[in-house]
């Protein structure tokens, strides 16, 4: 059929891109999945993480409240343990390890791995397990966080039910080789729970309380419960808004979209539409540093000498890929 062939072609095209610019990371979209027919199988709700998600968000409300009472000092240790434990997560689990958009030498990979900790987004390999997952097989039942599940679903309600059983079929399959060859990632699952009790609680806590006299309470639930209730919801924004609400101008056949709010919160990974695109490049942007911390830092890691290799696309390819299949947004900007 005609249809059929307009795939087919798409298909080759698509490879054409993805060849040679990418090596052989298992994160490109598997168009032959297709999902079980007949009934979903149930919902098995955890109520531990259930009830520990509650107390943390409701732990995150008494810290906004606190805020007024908190020194000047307590709030600037809040915001660098943001940018920290989520750069674990963006320059870390997600360009470094799930995409090996670049490379980075060992002192880097393990203040990132340090700094992922902080974030207490489970450990890298499983993060970046479920996110090659979330890419093979988006918005299906063996993506995670299927977006096509809805909003809820996409931002917290897939931590608190078990996996969907394609997850964890098509998973077993996920080439996951090079994180169990990388010592730092191994050894971050070893050691994950008392690297996040201190990194996560401990040491966003004492600093302020050792150092500058500010009380126990709002060391606790300013610098360490609010920040890390931030840090998750940002992340999950990117699951769940980026998946419904912006342009598609690079590929109008797929979900995820450009979303503005969402790259300011999540220190440049909300061009999403981009992101699904093209997964290998090191910026998940065409726009380099334009709103995107965290191409910055990886920009400054390479002129320290502890990264390389950044992977991108270029500006051709990109144009006529947002001529080929974009929305046409591109256009009016
Ligand atoms: C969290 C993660 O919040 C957030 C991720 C966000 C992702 C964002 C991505 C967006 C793009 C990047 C942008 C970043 C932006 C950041 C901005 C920052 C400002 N493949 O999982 P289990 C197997 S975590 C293959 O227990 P259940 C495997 O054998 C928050 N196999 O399944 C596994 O055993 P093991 C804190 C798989 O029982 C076994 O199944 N953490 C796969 O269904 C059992 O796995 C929590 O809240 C796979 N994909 O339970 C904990 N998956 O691991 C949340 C599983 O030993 N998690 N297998 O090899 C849980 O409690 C559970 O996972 C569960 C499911 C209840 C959700
Ligand atoms: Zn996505
Ligand atoms: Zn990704």
Same mark, same amino acid.
């Given at each position: 059929?005609?249809?059929?062939?307009?795939?087919?072609?798409?298909?080759?095209?698509?490879?054409?891109?993805?060849?040679?610019?990418?090596?052989?990371?298992?994160?490109?979209?598997?168009?032959?999945?297709?999902?079980?027919?007949?009934?979903?199988?149930?919902?098995?709700?955890?109520?531990?993480?259930?009830?520990?998600?509650?107390?943390?968000?409701?732990?995150?409300?008494?810290?906004?409240?606190?805020?007024?009472?908190?020194?000047?000092?307590?709030?600037?240790?809040?915001?660098?343990?943001?940018?920290?434990?989520?750069?674990?997560?963006?320059?870390?689990?997600?360009?470094?390890?799930?995409?090996?958009?670049?490379?980075?030498?060992?002192?880097?990979?393990?203040?990132?791995?340090?700094?992922?900790?902080?974030?207490?987004?489970?450990?890298?390999?499983?993060?970046?397990?479920?996110?090659?997952?979330?890419?093979?097989?988006?918005?299906?039942?063996?993506?995670?966080?299927?977006?096509?599940?809805?909003?809820?679903?996409?931002?917290?309600?897939?931590?608190?039910?078990?996996?969907?059983?394609?997850?964890?079929?098509?998973?077993?399959?996920?080439?996951?080789?090079?994180?169990?060859?990388?010592?730092?990632?191994?050894?971050?699952?070893?050691?994950?729970?008392?690297?996040?009790?201190?990194?996560?609680?401990?040491?966003?806590?004492?600093?302020?309380?050792?150092?500058?006299?500010?009380?126990?309470?709002?060391?606790?639930?300013?610098?360490?419960?609010?920040?890390?209730?931030?840090?998750?919801?940002?992340?999950?924004?990117?699951?769940?808004?980026?998946?419904?609400?912006?342009?598609?101008?690079? @590929? %109008?056949?797929?979900?995820?979209? $450009?979303?503005? &709010?969402?790259?300011?919160?999540?220190? =440049?990974? +909300?061009? #999403?539409?981009?992101?699904?695109?093209?997964?290998?490049?090191?910026?998940?942007?065409?726009?380099?540093?334009?709103?995107?911390?965290?191409?910055?830092?990886?920009?400054?890691?390479?002129?320290?000498?502890?990264?390389? @290799? %950044?992977?991108?696309?270029?500006? $051709?390819?990109? &144009?006529?890929?947002?001529?080929?299949? =974009?929305? +046409?947004? #591109?256009?009016?900007?």
């Amino acid at each position: 059929t005609r249809n059929g062939e307009a795939v087919m072609e798409k298909n080759l095209s698509n490879l054409e891109e993805m060849s040679g610019a990418h090596g052989m990371i298992d994160d490109i979209f598997d168009e032959s999945y297709r999902e079980k027919e007949g009934p979903k199988p149930a919902k098995r709700y955890v109520w531990r993480n259930i009830i520990l998600m509650s107390m943390l968000h409701i732990g995150s409300l008494y810290g906004i409240y606190l805020i007024p009472s908190a020194k000047l000092m307590t709030l600037g240790w809040g915001i660098i343990c943001f940018v920290v434990s989520a750069l674990g997560v963006t320059a870390g689990a997600h360009r470094l390890w799930s995409h090996r958009s670049y490379k980075a030498t060992w002192p880097l990979r393990i203040f990132l791995a340090v700094a992922n900790s902080m974030a207490f987004q489970n450990d890298v390999y499983e993060w970046a397990r479920d996110h090659r997952v979330h890419h093979k097989f988006s918005e299906t039942d063996a993506d995670p966080h299927n977006a096509s599940r809805g909003f809820f679903f996409a931002h917290i309600g897939w931590l608190l039910v078990r996996k969907h059983p394609d997850v964890i079929e098509k998973g077993k399959k996920i080439d996951l080789s090079d994180l169990k060859a990388d010592k730092v990632v191994m050894l971050q699952r070893r050691y994950y729970k008392p690297s996040v009790v201190i990194m996560c609680f401990l040491v966003p806590t004492i600093v302020p309380w050792y150092f500058w006299g500010e009380s126990l309470a709002i060391s606790y639930f300013i610098p360490a419960i609010l920040r890390y209730a931030v840090v998750l919801n940002a992340a999950w924004l990117v699951n769940s808004a980026a998946h419904m609400f912006g342009n598609r101008p690079y @590929d %109008r056949n797929i979900n995820p979209r $450009e979303n503005r &709010l969402v790259v300011l919160g999540a220190l =440049g990974e +909300g061009f #999403h539409n981009y992101h699904h695109t093209f997964p290998f490049d090191y910026s998940t942007s065409e726009f380099g540093w334009h709103y995107n911390f965290t191409t910055a830092f990886i920009d400054l890691m390479c002129f320290l000498g502890l990264a390389s @290799d %950044r992977k991108t696309v270029s500006k $051709e390819v990109i &144009l006529a890929r947002k001529i080929r299949t =974009g929305d +046409g947004s #591109h256009k009016t900007g």
